[in-house]
């Protein structure tokens, strides 16, 4: 298994919800990422997991609450979100971190839009 | 700050051209570089991966070269054709994080 699955691939949410977006992978990586990207825009880090542990928080604001409850699974809760906080989220992993092997893989994201 | 640099913002060429496609970085110290493809609406593929110790990676059609002394990669695709139309993305790795470029959108004219 070389990929990495996130779920819901759409989601629509107001801004009093609360919802999780769900990332998967079995390659055995210890470091998963989520990034949030813009229309026309590069994707933007937001946290890294390294051994489940948040290792980096780009000042996320406390809106976006990221857990990794197993090596294999990264998860973002999301409540209170604002309508600027549409854009297609996609979480990524690779075999170690630091390091020159460091390669990313990403999966096909999920498109959030906030009403 | 690391600032990654990619132009053209956009690039149309007719198919059978060869492509070179630029990437300049401003901090040389970095562990990795990465090439990376994205559909309209779609997730990152990675193309290549580039070590800070190699000079150049290949895989199919496509060649990825990396001088780190003058913080420039290049990405040459032999032969294009109408399915390469994507945008395709440079990545600098260092501490944990990729510093993306705006990518450069490519159109490949049948």
Known sequence: ?115 | KQEVTQIPAALSVPEGENLVLNCSFTDSAIYNLQWFRQDPGKGLTSLLLIQSSQREQTSGRLNASLDKSSGRSTLYIAASQPGDSATYLCAVGANSKLTFGKGITLSVRP
């Open chain 1, 1 to 115: 298994d070389t990929e990495v699955t996130q779920t819901p691939k759409h989601l629509v949410m107001g801004m009093t919800n609360k919802k999780s977006l769900k990332c998967e992978q079995h390659m055995g990586h210890r470091a998963m990422y989520w990034y949030k990207q813009k229309a026309k825009k590069p994707p933007e880090l937001m946290f890294v997991y390294s051994y489940e542990k948040l290792s980096i928080n780009e000042s996320v604001p406390s809106r976006f609450s990221p857990e990794c409850p197993n090596s294999s699974l990264l998860n973002l809760h999301l409540h209170a979100l604002q309508p600027e906080d549409s854009a297609l989220y996609l979480c990524a992993s690779s075999l170690v971190t630091p390091s020159s092997y460091n390669e990313q893989f990403f999966g096909p994201g999920t498109r959030l839009t906030v009403l």
